[in-house]
């Protein structure tokens, strides 16, 4: 019977439970789809060849733990919530505590596996897909990488299991040791905000403080190593949680007395606000921390996808060269449109290439070189014959060669002297386009070509850009994936998370919208209210965490060339619109539910 | 006095259910006026169609045929702003359950029907304290509704209904989660309110005690006005025992 009565339960409150199963479909599945790079240990050795980067993903790993834990006790009470109502009145019909305690912990436990299990096969698919539209969309190259690992899918589903064996207990308690009447009538009592300067003040100042050491180990990483991460994530999570406690309630009891609060629906919406100020601050500081993550990894990812043109123009002035091209091949480079070309002549001895030193002097040949310590800036230099010989850079010349010519000395000779060699003259082209990376199709078919005549040309031995081009892409696609991976995951985490907090308090102001439209008011002021509302709860956590990643950039100053601020705007940028994107999505579905 | 109707309210029906499948007629016409600063109670039991019939008059539901008007403004047919916009200053609701916002303080719920107005900050705070003076709340005007007690939640209620100085106040049950002493004082409120002020007061009601302080009751039984009792000179407590007696005859 009471079963019964739980199930109709179930059918009436579908919409609630629908948000219940999402929310924790999504965590599962996004914990899923990090465990699945985190614990696949061949793919993080074979993609990154960076050792800290496994160490990375295991604090990734812990902390995000530490989140599914708060997110499991978010979804557990509010599934209490959805509940009490309906087991207060199967106590007054006289249900024995003992079988309700086994139907909550029945419930708590069905709910978690169900949604565990869709979850893992979510976080499947969603990885297949991901990681094709980043290998597709990036040019990645990547080894090892399996969408269904069984690892990782047990890790989930342990800790998952695990965290609502945990919430079934402490629904149990919490049920059964309420009085009936209590269940009932259990309505949320408003938190007055109150202003405690010198409690507010301290945690400021704390708060300061902790991420102040945060912010200082993360920009010291090389001397702390792995102790730095360990130390910032702390402080960090434990600074802005105290920044948001102090700071949010002070700004909502101040606001309210600015004549701001006396126009519209806004004095409304602050109270609102205030109202759960309490439970708002722990989920923003969370929100904050995900939002830094995910803009991190995206930002880092985008920066080693940047850097790859970048090295691989250092590498060598020209994209390829080709030795005695044919009528073919010459049309296909034609048709590359190249910024330059410059054919050189030669003859091969048995110790030494013979070059014209005429043809270098009247077509210098371009070296990189680079420009002080920075790995990432080159100057271009022109080089005659003789400046070519004593250049460090000469070997830039000897790697575009054919594969027999590699092995020998270059030489340098007058016209005359190169008239009086008997071996055949043969012709090296080099040529360089506008982009390597735009061109990749047009010059692997040269590349194909070429070995085709020249099979000594293996690998790397077809040098210039377009060589370096693949052997840095395979180096850094690893990387770049994950940057974007984690990135779209942490997002997709912290918007269910906040979507979800928001959510769960909607049916709680249902009647609050009703009550506003019986007393008058329009609909667009309900929808700016409530617009506002969420746009806050949106934007606070956003500030704080652009913040934190501006100043997290600075722990990869060690594994990337060059500086990973150029060129931010642009991982921000996506990732506004994504944010926007969530944001309006919420406002959506709160709509729907509190203004039917 | 005056004797220009307020409200009247001409052949109103309301059914309920889709027209082919199976359909419940609440209202069957119903027909009558409210004279400016009136007093009326509709009192019936329950199933009665009395609360339908202060939705249809409150414009928080339509009805299926009939008009209503309040102060010469036709309001059956009023939709989205202009609805809005007529309840917020043509009406007034007091609910049973309070209806007050539990996130605001008392100020702030009885603000906020000007601040929808946008209302000058300055005009909003001397017209606060005036009502919240008269309804005896001004202590605790800076209270949350959980730290108040019944009746003075209600008196905020009432505040809110009062601020923007309504053609029609309108009650549902207002006494009904009252004890007697808080009932009895808010309707000697109402009585104060509707003597001094001249508003106009349409109490819905089953109780017979808080029907006595009105001047003029219809009953209503199925759908129908069955029956009208007139205060006109007696006293509060012949008027109640005639109610009474009304009752027993109208609902066998």
């Known amino acids: 019977m009471l079963t019964k009565l739980a199930m109709t339960g179930f059918q009436k409150r579908w919409r609630d439970y629908l948000v219940l199963f999402s929310g924790l479909i999504m965590s599962s599945a996004i914990f899923y789809m990090f465990e699945a790079l985190a614990t696949n240990k061949t793919f993080l050795k074979q993609n990154t060849g960076i050792s800290m980067v496994g160490m990375i993903f295991q604090f990734g790993s812990v902390l995000l733990t530490i989140i599914t834990l708060v997110y499991i006790g978010y979804a557990n009470s509010f599934l209490l919530s959805m509940r009490k109502r309906d087991y207060g009145l199967f106590m007054l019909v006289g249900a024995r505590k003992g079988k309700i305690g086994q139907l909550i912990w029945l419930e708590t436990l069905l709910v ?93 100042i704390l708060g300061l403080i902790s991420i102040a050491i945060g912010y200082w180990a993360m920009a ?30 002070w700004l909502v009891v101040l606001l309210k007395r600015l004549p701001f609060a006396n126009r519209g629906l806004n004095g409304f919406t602050l109270s609102q606000l205030s109202f759960r100020i309490r439970n708002y601050t722990k989920i923003l500081s969370i929100v904050a921390m995900l939002f830094a993550l995910a803009l991190g990894a995206i930002t880092v ?80 230099k022109h080089n005659t014959a003789k400046q070519l010989l004593k250049s460090n850079a000469s070997y830039q010349l000897n790697s575009l060669q054919g594969s027999a010519q590699q092995r020998l000395r270059t030489q340098m000779l007058s016209d005359a002297q190169y008239a009086k060699l008997t071996q055949p003259e043969q012709r090296l082209t080099v040529f360089a386009t506008a982009d390597v990376t735009a061109h990749t199709a ?86 700016g209210a409530l617009r506002k509302e969420i746009a806050v709860l949106f934007i606070l956590p956003g500030i704080v965490g652009v913040v934190h990643v501006l100043f997290g950039l600075k722990m990869f100053s060690f594994i990337m060339v060059g500086s990973p601020y150029t060129g931010i705007w642009l991982p921000f940028l996506i990732f506004a619109g994504l944010y926007l994107i969530y944001y309006l999505i919420t406002v959506q579905i709160y709509r729907r539910i509190v203004l039917q | 006095m005056s004797t220009t109707p307020i409200m009247t309210v001409t052949d109103l029906h309301k059914t309920y259910g889709k027209a082919g499948s199976k359909q419940y007629e609440a209202l069957k016409g119903i027909n009558f006026d409210v004279n400016a600063g009136e007093f009326v109670g509709i009192m019936g039991a329950s199933g009665s169609g009395k609360t339908t019939l202060l939705n249809m008059l409150a414009t928080l539901d339509q009805p299926t045929s009939g008009e209503v008007t309040i102060n010469q403004q036709p309001i059956t047919h009023l939709k989205g702003n202009q609805l809005a916009d007529f309840r917020a200053k043509e009406i007034g609701f ?82 009904g989660a009252l004890d007697s002493k808080s009932a009895r004082e808010l309707l000697d409120l109402f009585t104060t309110i509707n003597r001094e002020q001249a508003v106009s007061i349409l109490l819905v009601t089953h109780d017979p005690f808080s029907a006595s302080y009105c001047q003029r009751i219809l009953f209503i039984k199925d759908g129908k006005i069955g029956q009208e009792l007139n205060r006109a000179d007696l006293s509060r407590k012949a008027f109640y025992q005639q109610i009474l007696d009304t009752l027993g005859t109208f609902e066998q």
């Open chain 1, 442 to 527: 047009a010059l692997k078919k040269l590349a194909t070509s070429q070995r085709h005549r020249d099979t000594g040309l293996q690998g790397e031995m077809l040098g210039g850009r377009y060589t370096g081009y693949q052997l840095i892409n395979s180096m850094y696609s690893g990387l770049e994936f994950m940057g974007f991976f984690l990135g779209v995951a942490f997002l997709a985490m912290l918007a269910s998370c906040l979507m979800f907090k928001i959510l769960s308090g909607a049916a709680a102001d249902q009647h609050r919208y009703v009550m506003l439209n019986k007393i008058g008011t329009r609909k667009a002021q309900l929808n």
């Open chain 1, 301 to 380: 990812g985008m920066g080693f996808h940047r850097q790859v043109p970048l090295m691989v123009n250092g590498g060598n002035a020209y994209d390829m060269g080709l030795v005695n091209t044919t009528g073919s091949q010459k049309a296909q480079i034609k048709a590359l449109n190249p910024t330059t070309e410059s054919t050189y002549r030669f003859k091969v001895g048995k110790k030494a290439v013979y070059y014209r030193a005429s043809d270098f002097d009247q077509h210098p040949f371009i070296t990189m070189e680079q420009a002080g310590h920075n790995q990432l800036k080159f100057t271009v």
């Open chain 1, 112 to 204: 978690g596996i169900t949604a565990t299990i869709v979850g893992i096969i979510v976080g499947t698919l969603l990885t297949i897909g991901l990681s094709q539209l980043l290998i597709s969309s990036l040019g990645l190259t990547l080894h090892h990488l399996s969408a269904w690992y069984f690892p990782a899918a047990l890790t989930t589903l342990l800790l998952y299991v695990g965290l609502f064996l945990l919430a079934g207990f402490f629904n149990l308690i919490a049920l059964t040791k309420t009085p009936a009447l209590k269940l009932l009538h259990s309505n949320d009592q408003p938190n007055r905000p109150k202003l405690k300067p010198v409690r507010q003040l301290v945690e400021v």
């Open chain 2, 94 to 175: 007091i609910f049973q359950d309070f209806n007050l916002l539990e996130t605001m303080t008392a100020y702030e719920n009885i603000a906020l029907p000007l601040t929808l107005q946008n209302t000058a900050a300055k005009k909003i705070k001397p017209a606060v304290e005036v009502v919240a003076a008269h309804l005896g709340i001004a202590e605790f005007l800076n209270n949350y509704p959980n730290e108040l007690s019944g009746g003075q939640k209600q008196r905020v209620a009432a505040a809110r209904a009062l601020i923007n100085e309504p053609a029609m106040l309108f009650g549902d049950e207002p006494t």
């Open chain 1, 220 to 249: 010291n990483l090389d001397k702390l190593q792995m102790a730095g991460i360990g130390i910032a994530l702390v402080t960090i999570v434990l600074g802005t949680y105290l920044l948001f406690n102090a700071i949010f309630v």
